[in-house]
């Protein structure tokens, strides 16, 4: 009996320690560019069908760690938009490493074979959304500014100006840092980077406190390209087209094992001709009687003949210290050069007819840019857990030197009545240093912790002089009341926390970011400087529940702030026009605003959905005034414009966003961006020498986009993509409705390796800005368009990297897929 005993005790012993736990842990990365996918789907699934399906959900680097009774198993990695991988009957007695696993995009959706990748939702995670550029056709010979207007939540005006969700105060980031690539021209300078250098765009509507503050729409991170692939390899792309202009770039990458060298450079040289119309009536009492000289109205007619001629590179290289740490160095470096010719006809009518004034006024202006930049990245993996530090430190100048000269002819007597000269030279340097560390603890929790510090000295320096009295000969003489220097010095320290945490389907983020901001003023011309300085608490949440495969709900709160800075600070007038003036407001304070953004995403076999419903309200919100007054050393009226601190906005919007693939040739992308603006505000002069002005208003508008895409016979692609941006209003004017129309045709040759692509940018020539501004002293009626209709024909040719061989790398053999 008791040999029987003891022979039970031991085999009950045995069969428990058998069934004891044991850890699955591994790493999933995508497989082109080798970043981890944070929230990808691990499944541990049993052939017993009485036995429930185990599994976990990656951190924020990759990883994955959990627990699984020992048996026989099929394993599952698995992401939207991606390829799953599936290793069946994998026995698992013990802990089990699966190492890394890389995942591709997936080719039935992407149809890599064909088209290498329209507009495409890759994965939508907590804390931003990432889109894939690839290789639309409407962009290709063009620029960034090209490529953001086709990205969903983003759209771009007819002057350049980039706008999230329908406000502009977005802070555009190059590889996840400021960069001087945006330049002072944040507008001009995305013109001018070559759209082949972008790899994809990340927008981030509800940014984590791992990233600093500016920007109360949100942030954009431009992610240049820096190809992965083993050896020698890139592109190289030229472009010709009408109105005039030219380009050219290269794209070089090699690697080996410890090394990977990049380089992207690229020149274009373009004619943007534009043209702009003002009509200015005066508004004064019925009974009022009117001096002669009293201006009643002012017509302006313009037209722009713009050349820009610019050069971009970007070079390179990473060293792979050892398996965990490596090291990258980078510089960029822009120039660009523009000569612009602006031709203006200029009608001025006053109370008295023998005043009336018809005035020819033309502008040669010619502006260099010089943006130089360094930087160093260090990454090291401390341990097998996913414990991560990196570091980042950045240095760049940014030179801008503008001369314009005006010559004004006054048509009636056929005289030169003005001879103007402007110089403006604006210089920044900026400098930049970021540790961030990472510690996962056990499976499901995460820390952050970094620490930021930024640095910006701009420098500007106005220079303007005229002739005063044609009769006495004399020469230009400068104008004491627009000539001055304006210094402006900013440093941010900021550090924050952040903590991450997943309970099965669900995943939290949350986070606390401290910033203090000292900032320096120094109006050299007269001597006045001012101080500020001011700490701010910046917290964030982002919430996220996976329904089911395929299906994601997030939920993200977040604080943001716009801080001053440069022109809209200087309280020295700038001539914008003869007839306009700006001058900025040295007393103006930061703007924050609070966000709640709820967000949706589902994806079926043909079609992917992604929603959100957004609230935004901020504070202490910059406002234009506009009004009339005496014009600097002259007697005659113009227009004033000037900033304050004024109103409190609130913003409700709802955004959606489709892909739909009816069939292989055919591909759907779609979104709609509709949004409710509430302004509260009133100016009251102080001074009582502008008139008080309310700047309530309630404004409804929207964003259309539609993007199609089909394989016609032949093997030509064809892409037709519409714009819509619905009418505006604001308190003082209306802006009417704008529709864009842009086609394009590709066509692949030399088995593979080259593409010709035909694109006509606005079809229709209708890309213009119509408003109107009604203020109690005067009615503005404008319009004004950037550049005309635009035709280009761009080639590619690829080397050692031709689609075909993509798409078999893409998609790769069993064998292939668990190395590591």
């Not at 198993?73 to 698995?78: A, L, S």
């Not at 690229?266 to 943007?272: I, K, L, V």
């Not at 003002?278 to 722009?304: M, S």
């Not at 080639?795 to 893409?810: A, C, D, G, L």
């Amino acid at each position: 009996m008791k040999p029987t005993f003891t022979c039970l005790v031991f085999l009950f012993s045995f069969l428990s320690f058998a069934q004891q736990p044991v850890v699955v842990s591994g790493k999933l990365i995508e497989k082109t560019t080798k970043s981890p996918l944070e929230f990808a789907t691990v499944s541990i699934i049993s052939s017993d069908p009485n036995v429930s399906p185990q599994g976990g959900i990656t951190d924020l680097d990759g990883n994955y760690q959990f627990t699984v009774t020992p048996g026989t198993y099929n394993v599952k990695w698995e992401f939207i938009s991606f390829q799953p991988i599936v290793r069946e009957n994998v026995v698992i007695t013990e802990n089990k490493d699966f190492g890394t696993i890389e995942l591709a995009q997936d080719v039935a959706q992407l149809d890599a074979l064909v088209v290498v990748a329209e507009k495409t939702t890759v994965d939508l995670r907590l804390d931003k959304k990432i889109y894939n550029i690839g290789q639309d056709l409407t962009v290709r010979g063009g620029s960034v500014s090209d490529v953001l207007d086709n990205v969903p939540s983003v759209s771009v005006d007819v002057e350049g100006n980039v706008s999230l969700r329908g406000n502009d105060n977005v802070r555009i980031l190059i590889d996840g840092r400021p960069s001087a690539l945006v330049g002072f021209n944040g507008a001009e300078a995305l013109r001018q980077i070559p759209a082949e250098a972008i790899e994809r765009v990340e927008v981030i509507t509800s940014p984590s406190a791992r990233y600093d503050a500016e920007g109360t729409a949100g942030i954009l991170n431009i992610i240049l390209r820096k190809n992965q692939i083993q050896g020698f390899n890139g592109s190289f792309n030229v472009s010709a087209g009408y109105p005039e202009r030219y380009g050219a770039s290269i794209n070089l990458n090699y690697r080996t094992n410890k090394w990977n060298l990049f380089t992207n450079t690229g020149y274009n040289y373009r004619t943007s001709p534009g043209y702009a119309r003002t009509d200015i009536d005066y508004k004064f009492g019925p009974n009022e009687v009117l001096p002669d000289t009293t201006l009643l109205a002012v017509q302006e007619r313009r037209d722009f003949d713009r050349l820009g001629r610019n050069y971009f590179t970007s070079i390179g290289a990473e060293y792979f210290i050892d398996d965990n740490s490596s090291i990258v160095g980078n510089i960029v470096y822009r120039l660009g050069n523009d000569d612009d010719e602006t031709t203006n006809n200029n009608t001025r009518t006053f109370a008295g007819e023998e005043f009336d004034e018809i005035n020819l006024r033309r502008e040669l202006e010619s502006e260099d840019e010089d943006d130089l930049q360094f930087s160093l990245d260090y990454q090291n993996e401390l341990d097998d857990n996913g414990q991560k530090l990196t570091a980042t430190a950045q240095y760049s100048i940014s030179i801008e030197d503008k001369e314009s000269n005006i010559d004004q002819t006054e048509l009636i007597s056929n005289s030169l009545n003005d001879l103007e000269r402007l110089l403006e030279t604006e210089d920044e340097t900026e400098a930049l240093l970021q540790v961030d560390w990472v510690k996962p603890v056990g499976e499901t929790i995460q820390y952050e912790a970094g620490y930021r510090g930024n640095y910006r000295d701009i420098s500007n320096s106005y220079f303007f002089e005229e002739i005063e009295n044609f009769d006495n000969g004399s020469g230009l003489i400068p104008d004491p009341e627009l000539n001055n220097t304006f210094n402006y010095e900013e440093f941010v320290n900021a550090a924050y926390g952040q903590y991450g945490q997943e309970f099965g389907a669900f995943s939290l983020l949350a986070g606390l970011r401290f910033e203090q901001t000292n900032i320096n003023i120094n109006q050299e011309t007269t001597d006045v400087t001012s101080e500020k300085s001011y700490s701010s608490l910046f917290p964030t949440l982002n919430l996220g529940y996976e329904l089911q495969e395929d299906e994601n709900i997030t939920l993200g709160y977040n604080r943001r702030v716009r801080r001053p800075r440069g022109r809209r600070l200087n309280p020295f007038p700038s001539r914008s026009s003869q007839n306009s003036f700006y001058r900025g407001n040295v007393d103006l304070n930061p703007q924050f605003s609070n966000q709640l953004d709820l967000g949706y995403l589902r994806r079926w076999s043909k079609l992917t959905l992604s929603t959100s419903i957004y609230y935004n309200r901020s504070t202490d919100n910059v406002e234009t005034i506009e009004t009339s007054g005496t014009a600097p050393g002259d007697n005659t009226t113009a227009v004033f414009r000037f900033p304050v601190n004024l109103s409190t906005e609130q913003r409700l919007g709802y955004e959606l966003t489709l892909t739909y693939r009816p069939f292989k040739w055919w591909t759907i992308n779609s979104d709609a961006n509709v949004f409710r603006v509430e302004t509260d505000g009133d100016y009251v002069d102080p001074t009582g020498e502008f008139e008080d002005q309310n700047f309530d208003f309630v404004n409804t508008t929207y964003f259309l986009r539609l993007n199609q895409k089909f394989e016609l016979p032949a093997k030509i692609d064809f892409q037709a993509r519409v714009n819509y941006r619905g009418a505006s209003e604001n308190a003082q004017g209306t802006q009417n409705a704008i529709t864009t129309i842009n086609l394009a045709a590709s066509k692949d040759i030399l088995d593979e390796q080259g593409s010709l692509t035909l694109n006509v940018s606005d079809l229709l020539n209708s890309r213009r800005r119509e408003s109107t501004t009604n203020t109690a002293s005067f009615i503005s009626d404008s319009e004004f368009q950037y550049r005309q209709r635009q035709i280009t024909l761009a080639f590619t040719y690829r080397f050692n990297q031709q689609k075909r061989e993509q798409n078999r790398e893409e998609d790769p053999a069993p064998d292939e897929e668990f190395e590591g």
